[in-house]
């Protein structure tokens, strides 16, 4: 034999560990290329409304734009963004929970 069956336990534990965190910078990139698309599809979007929307400046109220028939598209935006945001926590959370312990 040339391991003893220590060494070749060690060696599958170092092994077992290059694995998963190969795998983690992986997933770690591929929702980092997620967010990054994400916030470039808010933004253009945000850009778009931007021309629809001109806020006046004599409004004392900052928030009192909102309440403008035009601002749907405002308030839907962030809704999604919000969504979002919480799917990725959940997403995140249960990939945690998941990842075996060593």
Do not use: D, H, W
């Not at 391991?3 to 992986?26: G, H, N, P």
């Not at 591929?30 to 931007?50: H, R, S, W």
């Not at 109220?61 to 308030?75: I, N, S």
Request: overall charge positive; some cysteine.
């Amino acid at each position: 034999m040339k391991y003893s069956s220590e060494e070749a336990l060690s060696e599958i534990m170092k092994r077992s560990k290059q694995v998963v965190i190969a795998r983690e910078r992986r997933t770690c990139q591929l929702l980092l290329g997620l967010v990054a698309v994400t916030f470039a599809g808010l933004i253009a979007v945000i850009a778009t409304l931007q021309g629809e929307n001109k806020v006046q400046s004599e409004t004392t109220v900052y928030g009192a734009f909102l309440l403008r028939q035009e601002a749907g598209a405002y308030v839907l935006t962030a809704m999604i963004a919000f969504a979002l945001g919480i799917i990725v926590t959940l997403l995140c959370l249960k990939y945690k929970k998941s990842k075996p312990k060593y």
